[in-house]
Nanobody
């Protein structure tokens, strides 16, 4: 069973920055297709950023230019650097991985949870105005 553990969430003011980390138990997956999603109560889980085996990155329209996904293979860790945070970024953030690859033509914000097989427990990000 692949395990993922997020960390780095917290509370910041508008315009602030946070870096989320996701430690993955198996290196095969951290070198594969990784993603960050977020969810607010009462809404579906929304794709935020994806990273593929050749380090191609994609982002939801709402975070382009502000968020950066990356990985450190030696540490089995995927990161989400979040800058210029806004109150609407407030959510629980989850990292995910899986055996398949999400469609490259589907916008990141429209990716389905079913595209990924393994999920972490989430880390809360709260941005105050």
């Amino acid at each position: 069973q692949v395990r993922l553990m997020e960390s780095g969430g917290g509370s910041v003011g508008s315009g602030g920055s946070l870096r989320l980390s996701c430690l993955v138990s198996e290196s095969t997956y951290v070198r594969g297709n990784m993603a960050w999603f977020r969810q607010v109560p009462g809404k579906h889980r929304e794709g935020v950023a994806t990273l593929d085996p050749v380090r191609t990155t994609r982002y939801a329209d709402s975070v382009k230019g502000r968020f950066t996904i990356s990985r450190d293979n030696a540490k089995n860790t995927v990161y989400l650097q979040m800058n210029s945070l806004k109150p609407e970024d407030t959510a629980m953030y989850y990292c995910a991985t899986g055996r398949g690859a999400p469609s490259p033509i589907v916008p990141v914000q429209a990716l389905s949870e079913r595209d990924y097989d393994y999920w972490g427990q989430g880390t809360q990000v709260t941005v105050s105005s």
